[in-house]
Protein backbone atom coordinates (compact mmCIF):
# COMPACT_ATOMS: atom_id res chain seq x y z
CA UNK A 1 0.00 0.00 0.00
CA UNK A 2 3.03 2.25 0.78
CA UNK A 3 3.60 2.68 -3.02
CA UNK A 4 -0.23 2.73 -4.23
CA UNK A 5 0.09 6.22 -1.86
CA UNK A 6 2.88 7.43 -3.29
CA UNK A 7 1.92 6.89 -6.49
CA UNK A 8 -1.43 8.24 -5.64
CA UNK A 9 -0.95 11.58 -3.43
CA UNK A 10 -4.07 12.39 -1.84
CA UNK A 11 -5.40 9.09 -2.05
CA UNK A 12 -6.44 8.74 1.59
CA UNK A 13 -8.51 12.64 1.31
CA UNK A 14 -10.95 10.53 -0.86
CA UNK A 15 -11.36 7.11 1.16
CA UNK A 16 -15.05 8.06 1.27
CA UNK A 17 -17.66 5.16 2.06
CA UNK A 18 -19.57 4.28 -1.04
CA UNK A 19 -22.49 5.74 -0.47
CA UNK A 20 -20.64 9.81 -0.63
CA UNK A 21 -18.55 8.71 -3.86
CA UNK A 22 -19.57 9.92 -7.44
CA UNK A 23 -18.63 8.93 -10.56
CA UNK A 24 -15.98 11.91 -10.47
CA UNK A 25 -14.65 10.69 -7.34
CA UNK A 26 -10.33 9.76 -7.47
CA UNK A 27 -9.24 6.71 -6.67
CA UNK A 28 -9.21 5.61 -2.94
CA UNK A 29 -6.58 3.22 -0.87
CA UNK A 30 -7.89 0.22 -1.88
CA UNK A 31 -8.37 -2.56 1.12
CA UNK A 32 -6.09 -5.22 0.20
CA UNK A 33 -5.83 -8.66 1.93
CA UNK A 34 -4.41 -11.94 1.43
CA UNK A 35 -6.32 -15.26 1.41
CA UNK A 36 -5.52 -19.15 1.23
CA UNK A 37 -6.70 -21.43 -1.27
CA UNK A 38 -5.52 -24.86 -2.80
CA UNK A 39 -6.70 -23.70 -5.96
CA UNK A 40 -7.10 -27.44 -6.69
CA UNK A 41 -9.79 -28.13 -4.46
CA UNK A 42 -13.00 -26.77 -4.99
CA UNK A 43 -13.87 -27.19 -1.10
CA UNK A 44 -10.58 -25.18 -1.06
CA UNK A 45 -11.50 -22.27 -3.27
CA UNK A 46 -15.31 -21.85 -1.81
CA UNK A 47 -13.91 -21.23 1.56
CA UNK A 48 -11.48 -18.37 0.64
CA UNK A 49 -14.62 -17.19 -1.99
CA UNK A 50 -16.62 -16.97 1.47
CA UNK A 51 -14.04 -15.12 3.22
CA UNK A 52 -13.48 -12.70 0.56
CA UNK A 53 -16.64 -12.01 0.45
CA UNK A 54 -17.00 -11.75 4.19
CA UNK A 55 -13.37 -8.96 4.56
CA UNK A 56 -14.97 -7.19 1.08
CA UNK A 57 -18.52 -7.66 0.75
CA UNK A 58 -18.62 -8.22 -2.38
CA UNK A 59 -16.37 -9.41 -5.47
CA UNK A 60 -16.98 -7.87 -9.06
CA UNK A 61 -13.68 -8.98 -10.68
CA UNK A 62 -11.39 -11.89 -10.71
CA UNK A 63 -7.67 -12.58 -12.36
CA UNK A 64 -6.90 -15.91 -12.45
CA UNK A 65 -2.95 -16.62 -12.68
CA UNK A 66 -1.85 -19.41 -10.83
CA UNK A 67 0.09 -22.07 -12.58
CA UNK A 68 3.77 -23.37 -13.30
CA UNK A 69 5.19 -26.04 -15.25
CA UNK A 70 7.83 -28.91 -15.55
CA UNK A 71 10.42 -30.13 -17.99
CA UNK A 72 9.83 -33.99 -18.61
CA UNK A 73 9.44 -35.97 -21.97
CA UNK A 74 6.15 -36.59 -22.12
CA UNK A 75 6.66 -40.59 -22.02
CA UNK A 76 8.16 -39.88 -18.99
CA UNK A 77 5.96 -37.32 -17.41
CA UNK A 78 4.95 -38.57 -13.46
CA UNK A 79 1.54 -39.08 -13.47
CA UNK A 80 1.01 -37.23 -9.80
CA UNK A 81 2.87 -34.67 -11.23
CA UNK A 82 0.32 -34.35 -14.27
CA UNK A 83 -2.14 -34.26 -12.10
CA UNK A 84 -0.87 -31.77 -10.04
CA UNK A 85 -0.30 -29.65 -12.98
CA UNK A 86 -3.56 -29.92 -14.11
CA UNK A 87 -4.97 -29.39 -10.91
CA UNK A 88 -3.63 -25.87 -10.47
CA UNK A 89 -3.30 -24.50 -13.79
CA UNK A 90 -6.88 -25.73 -15.18
CA UNK A 91 -8.91 -27.11 -11.94
CA UNK A 92 -8.05 -23.82 -10.57
CA UNK A 93 -8.77 -21.53 -12.94
CA UNK A 94 -12.37 -23.48 -13.29
CA UNK A 95 -13.02 -23.20 -9.91
CA UNK A 96 -12.46 -19.81 -8.99
CA UNK A 97 -14.44 -18.60 -11.82
CA UNK A 98 -17.69 -20.25 -11.61
CA UNK A 99 -17.44 -19.57 -7.81
CA UNK A 100 -17.34 -15.73 -8.68
CA UNK A 101 -19.73 -16.30 -11.70
CA UNK A 102 -22.16 -17.65 -9.21
CA UNK A 103 -21.75 -14.50 -6.51
CA UNK A 104 -22.11 -12.46 -9.56
CA UNK A 105 -24.94 -13.91 -10.56
CA UNK A 106 -26.73 -14.02 -7.90
CA UNK A 107 -26.34 -10.32 -7.20
CA UNK A 108 -27.06 -9.94 -10.57
CA UNK A 109 -24.13 -8.14 -11.17
CA UNK A 110 -22.23 -8.09 -14.09
CA UNK A 111 -18.33 -8.32 -13.79
CA UNK A 112 -15.15 -9.65 -15.59
CA UNK A 113 -12.80 -12.52 -15.61
CA UNK A 114 -9.57 -12.64 -17.13
CA UNK A 115 -7.52 -16.01 -16.82
CA UNK A 116 -3.64 -15.64 -17.18
CA UNK A 117 -2.76 -17.97 -19.86
CA UNK A 118 0.50 -18.25 -21.98
CA UNK A 119 1.60 -18.63 -25.39
CA UNK A 120 2.11 -21.97 -24.73
CA UNK A 121 -1.73 -22.34 -24.97
CA UNK A 122 -1.23 -21.85 -29.00
CA UNK A 123 2.22 -22.85 -29.85
CA UNK A 124 4.90 -25.74 -28.94
CA UNK A 125 7.98 -24.21 -26.86
CA UNK A 126 11.53 -25.39 -28.12
CA UNK A 127 13.45 -27.09 -26.82
CA UNK A 128 10.98 -27.19 -23.44
CA UNK A 129 9.62 -30.82 -23.10
CA UNK A 130 6.41 -29.65 -21.53
CA UNK A 131 3.52 -31.06 -23.44
CA UNK A 132 1.22 -31.50 -20.70
CA UNK A 133 1.85 -27.74 -19.16
CA UNK A 134 1.25 -26.91 -22.95
CA UNK A 135 -1.81 -28.79 -23.03
CA UNK A 136 -2.89 -27.22 -19.76
CA UNK A 137 -2.80 -23.95 -21.32
CA UNK A 138 -4.62 -24.88 -24.35
CA UNK A 139 -7.55 -25.71 -22.02
CA UNK A 140 -7.09 -22.47 -20.02
CA UNK A 141 -7.45 -20.44 -23.23
CA UNK A 142 -10.41 -22.39 -24.19
CA UNK A 143 -12.03 -22.29 -20.96
CA UNK A 144 -12.10 -18.57 -21.43
CA UNK A 145 -14.04 -18.40 -24.44
CA UNK A 146 -16.39 -21.28 -23.53
CA UNK A 147 -17.13 -18.94 -20.34
CA UNK A 148 -17.63 -15.96 -22.23
CA UNK A 149 -20.00 -17.49 -24.33
CA UNK A 150 -21.84 -19.49 -21.90
CA UNK A 151 -22.00 -16.09 -19.23
CA UNK A 152 -22.55 -12.98 -21.57
CA UNK A 153 -26.16 -12.98 -20.96
CA UNK A 154 -25.32 -12.14 -16.98
CA UNK A 155 -23.29 -9.45 -18.52
CA UNK A 156 -19.98 -11.18 -17.03
CA UNK A 157 -17.04 -10.38 -19.63
CA UNK A 158 -14.36 -13.57 -19.69
CA UNK A 159 -11.03 -12.80 -20.98
CA UNK A 160 -7.46 -14.86 -21.52
CA UNK A 161 -4.06 -12.89 -21.52
CA UNK A 162 -1.50 -15.63 -22.94
CA UNK A 163 2.26 -13.58 -22.40
CA UNK A 164 4.96 -14.83 -24.18
CA UNK A 165 8.80 -14.88 -23.25
CA UNK A 166 10.16 -12.00 -20.47
CA UNK A 167 13.74 -11.33 -19.86
CA UNK A 168 14.18 -13.81 -16.74
CA UNK A 169 16.93 -15.10 -15.21
CA UNK A 170 14.90 -18.47 -15.81
CA UNK A 171 15.06 -17.26 -19.87
CA UNK A 172 18.55 -17.04 -20.00
CA UNK A 173 19.66 -20.04 -18.40
CA UNK A 174 22.51 -22.25 -20.31
CA UNK A 175 19.62 -24.41 -21.51
CA UNK A 176 17.82 -21.77 -23.51
CA UNK A 177 20.57 -19.43 -24.41
CA UNK A 178 21.67 -21.98 -26.85
CA UNK A 179 18.20 -21.33 -28.86
CA UNK A 180 17.10 -17.77 -27.68
CA UNK A 181 16.22 -14.64 -30.00
CA UNK A 182 18.18 -12.25 -28.68
Not at 23 to 52: C, F, Q, W
Not at 152 to 174: C, E, F
Amino acid sequence: MKHFVEENPGAEKYDLPPDHRTRLTPPRIPKVTAHYADVSDPDSVNAAIAEIISDHGKIDNLVTSAGFTENFDAIAYPPDRMRKLWGVNVDGTYFFAIAVAKHLMERKASGAVVFIGSMSGAVVNVPQPQAPYNAAKAAVRHLASSLAVEWAHAGIRVNVISPGYMLTSLYVSPLLCKTAPF
